[in-house]
């Protein structure tokens, strides 16, 4: 049957597809992925969508500049085999990309057919589709690996199993290097496994992924913490000849207020790597506990909050409270994890601030002192300041407050690598086209490099920094 | 895998087990610790090392079974492996010549004392070695704390070994005998460690304390070890788990040592219920 090429027109008249997902009732009684991802039906209407533009603006919205009008095109074709290796040729997790990249904010903020309809709301919805196919992938039997070029005998090591570490490390394979992945946790995955929790990104994909490179041939070494069991000199001498340094923006910063150490309070990091790493939602099945609490405050407004007041609501709080000194315009949080994070909830305390933390006689929080701010001129970031009202001091009760106000840079490899330069920030120096470090044959990428940002700009400063080493490899020039 | 190579309790709870890791056996320094994980479900606890042999690759923890974690790592074998173990990791013990340096071990806190009670002995300091214990089953590593000090005292609480009394009765009758002493390292249960830094304070004692808070990952990433040392907060696993006993906040260390004590219970309940035990 032939069917008959749509005019752009027709392709605008398409309604966007809408994502079927579990009610905000129903998941917060689980951890489940929130939604379900579309069917074939509904993925090849949302490819029909695409005006296949000659300039393909989404394309340069691609921090690893996917092919997307082609793997649409695919798409719309019925051809899922097709489509997810075009993605796969530049992106090695999809699966993973189509959930949490920003897209809003990348790829679908340039496309033609959310300007026509005027909203970014209405593009295509490039991210979702990309998920349908690697899904699709996944649930095919014998999916095929990419091709490996002979070996070329060179050692690369990898440090961190994160998105940046894992596109590294890909990249190098495909290039018939010997790659070994050193991470410093039990498990693979980095942020897609401690950070992001399950039921927004379930962790049988990123295990897939991991194992993936497996097959490829790549050695991944776990509970290996670089800097303290070999230090990259180490690495270097024992025929590494070229290092990839992707460890990510371990270090939690904190409020520095009074009572900050009462028990109940923690990092974002710490209760999200005891929900997700250490499956705490499971306890006592498994072993790790995290507190389970009826009154949670969150401080922050960026994706990590939303997370971790979505977590909290999913270990049983009654009430959570998303603290956040400026306005609902500034947050940084992606617009669709706010969204799901009211509709489950979530309680958006606005233009507040914590400034000391209350405990009862056995040292566990009781309550938040906050104040109130209001908006003042714009600051270094563009946006207003939060300037404190006077007098405006209030209380909330609370047995759980976690603080999700961002990432320092861990110092554990630039300590013991005297010769990487890290800014004041402790972030380490590298080019941000070769992603060289001042160090020979070192290499780094990925929130060590700009602070924490987001997985796929960690993917790709990886692919960038692969080529450069596959290039460094064959030429030795630095 | 990290293989377990021997097993010998000290008494019904406390037992040394040495493990198969010839990587953190080479690379290992007095002061460091390790992460373990037992199963699949496993909680990562942070054990400090007792004793390594980088030609035979192998290193040496003692443990107390208190937890789920530890009395589960109890119930392994010779022949056994560790499901996850982690390190070196914390900073090594800075060793140089001081004087006479005085170790004080309290309970399985002895252990970690050991190396570098040899380290300070091999730097050329004088080591005297306090060990102290409830009863004398808990005084443990006797012969292998006389090798690496010039002289060791045993005390215990029941008086059923050595001196009866404190370990700080035993500092207390040291300073009052007019011994000069350069350093204090105490490691042990949380209240020993106050009541010695409390101590040496008031005698102007330079005393490092070693700690063994609650710890996920060990490299600095949850902040859940947290502590506060003069008024700054110290990550153990990272910044430490050496400080300077004088200016740790310790009641606040032990409040969030037992952030998770219904929880404990809970676990092992549930083990039991489940007949796993």
């Known amino acids: ?382 946006r207003r300041r939060p300037v404190p009202i006077k007098g405006s001091e209030f209380t909330i009760d609370v047995d759980v407050c976690i603080v999700a106000i961002g990432n320092a840079s861990n110092p554990l490899i630039p300590h013991t690598t005297p010769d990487i330069q890290t800014n004041k920030w402790g972030n380490i120096i590298a080019d941000p086209e070769t992603l060289k470090t001042t160090k020979k044959g070192v290499f780094a990428g990925g929130d060590i490099v700009l602070g924490a940002a987001t997985v796929i700009l960690a993917m790709g400063q990886g692919r960038k920094a692969a080529q450069a080493i596959n290039e460094y490899l064959a030429t030795g020039a630095w | 895998m990290n293989k377990i190579l021997e097993k010998e309790f000290f008494s019904p709870q406390v037992f040394r087990m040495k493990v198969e890791a010839p990587e953190i056996a080479r690379k290992r320094k007095a002061g460091q610790f390790v992460i373990i994980r037992v199963s699949d479900a496993g909680e990562r606890i942070p054990l400090t090392i007792a004793d390594a042999n980088a030609s035979e690759g192998w290193i040496e923890l003692v443990v107390q079974a208190v937890g789920k974690t530890t009395t589960d790592l109890s119930k392994l074998s010779p022949g056994d492996s560790l499901h996850d173990l982690a390190g070196p990791l914390g900073r090594p013990t800075h060793i140089e010549k001081h004087g006479t340096v005085l170790m004080v071990g309290g309970g399985i806190g002895i252990a970690p004392a050991h190396p570098i009670a040899q380290a300070m002995k091999a730097a050329g300091n004088t080591v005297v070695s306090i060990l102290g214990g409830r009863s004398k089953e808990l005084v443990i590593m006797e012969e292998k704390m006389k090798a690496a000090s010039d002289e060791v005292i045993i005390v215990t609480d029941d008086g059923s070994y050595g001196m009866k009394g404190m370990v700080t009765d035993a500092i207390q009758k040291l300073i009052d005998e007019g011994r000069k002493i350069d350093l204090v390292i105490a490691i042990g249960p949380p209240v020993m460690m106050k009541f010695v830094s409390l101590l040496t304070k008031k005698y102007d004692i330079h005393t490092l304390v070693s700690l063994n808070t609650i710890m996920i990952d060990g490299t600095g990433m949850c902040g859940g070890c947290r502590v506060s040392v003069g008024n700054e907060s110290k990550f153990v696993c990272v910044d430490g788990p050496e400080f300077d006993g004088h200016l740790v906040n310790f009641d606040e260390m032990m409040q969030r040592l037992s952030m998770y004590r219904d929880q404990e219970k809970e676990s092992i309940d549930h083990a039991c219920k489940l007949g796993l035990r």
């Open chain 1, 1 to 382: 049957m032939e069917k008959k090429e749509l005019t752009n027109k027709e392709r605008l008249a398409i309604p966007p597809q809408k994502m079927p997902e579990q009610g905000p009732k129903e998941r917060i009684g689980n951890v489940n992925e929130v939604p379900y991802g579309f069917t074939e039906e509904m993925a090849v209407a949302e490819a029909e969508r695409c005006l296949q533009c000659k300039n393909a603006p989404c394309i340069k919205g691609c921090p690893v500049e996917v092919n997307i009008p082609v793997f649409i095109k695919f798409i719309a074709e019925r051809k899922f085999r097709e489509a997810v290796a075009v993605i796969k040729e530049t992106n090695v997790l999809p699966a993973v990309c189509g959930r949490v990249c920003p897209q809003e904010e990348q790829c679908q903020k340039p496309c033609t057919v959310g300007k026509s309809l005027k909203s970014v709301d209405k593009a295509v919805q490039i991210g979702k589709l990309e998920r349908f196919v690697a899904d699709w992938e996944m649930n095919q039997a014998g999916s095929e690996s990419p091709s490996i070029k002979p070996s070329t005998g060179k050692k690369i090591a990898v440090i961190g199993c994160g998105p940046a570490g894992i596109t590294v490390a890909a990249d190098c394979r495909r290039a018939g290097h010997e790659v070994t992945i050193f991470e410093a946790l039990h498990k693979p995955g980095g942020v897609l496994a401690y950070g992001i929790p399950e039921f927004r990104l379930p962790k049988k994909i990123v295990g897939r992924e991991v194992d993936n490179l497996v097959s490829m041939g790549v050695e991944l070494r776990t509970n290996m913490v670089i800097g303290k069991i070999y230090t990259i000199e180490e690495l270097m001498a024992e025929g590494y000849e070229a290092v990839f340094v992707g460890t990510g923006a371990g270090l939690p910063m904190f409020l520095n207020i009074p009572g900050e150490n009462l028990n109940g309070v923690y990092s974002a990091n710490e209760y999200l790597t005891r929900a997700n790493l250490m499956q705490a939602y499971s306890f006592p099945n498994t072993d790790t506990p995290i507190a389970r609490a009826s009154n949670v405050a969150v401080f922050g407004g960026g994706n990590v909050a939303m997370d971790s007041a979505r977590t909290a609501l999913r270990l049983g709080a009654k009430n959570v409270y998303l603290v956040y000194r400026r306005s609902h315009e500034e947050m940084p949080a992606r617009k669709e994890e706010i969204h799901h994070a009211e509709e489950e909830g979530v309680q958006m305390n606005l233009l507040q601030n914590p400034v000391r933390f209350i405990g009862d006689d056995k040292g566990w929080v009781k309550a938040v002192e906050c104040l109130r701010m209001e908006l003042g001129e714009p600051d270094d970031s563009g």
